[in-house]
């Protein structure tokens, strides 16, 4: 009964998104944001019990996944990238205690890599650089 609950009740709300009091379920977005396809992004993706795997992403291409927060322990996923000659590894895409606050609106945490790093958004609008190469 509980874990129907929570699969078909992701979001508890009263009256807006202002007032969410939890958010169960996230998704984090992996968007290649280059000028051109001169070279892909690379990028692998994992958290301590799943390996999403290494993904090639040309120019305006995503790799995305969702997942629901684990209430005893913690939820985190990282990413390394790479592109060209460039790389960071390993870089967080999400941690519980950290995206549960930034992304709880949407439910959703948008990273864009581009030519000068590495850009956070929850809404796929308003970007701000986290990292730089």
Request: hydrophobic share 40%.
């Amino acid at each position: 009964m509980l874990a129907s609950c929570i699969s078909q009740t992701p979001v508890f709300a009263v009256e807006s998104v202002d007032r969410i009091l939890i958010r169960l379920r996230f998704k984090v977005h992996i968007l290649n944001g280059f000028a051109d396809n001169a070279n892909p992004l690379i990028i692998h993706c994992y958290s301590l019990d799943d390996d999403l795997g290494q993904h090639t992403l040309w120019k305006d291409q995503e790799f995305r996944f969702k997942f629901g927060l684990n209430l005893f322990k913690l939820t985190y996923f990282e990413c390394s990238f790479k592109w060209g000659s460039k790389s960071v590894t390993p870089f967080s895409v999400f941690t519980s205690y950290i995206e549960r606050i930034t992304c709880k609106a949407t439910g959703n945490c948008f990273w864009k890599v581009t030519e000068d790093g590495i850009y956070f958004s929850n809404n796929n609008k308003d970007w701000e650089k986290r990292l730089g190469w």
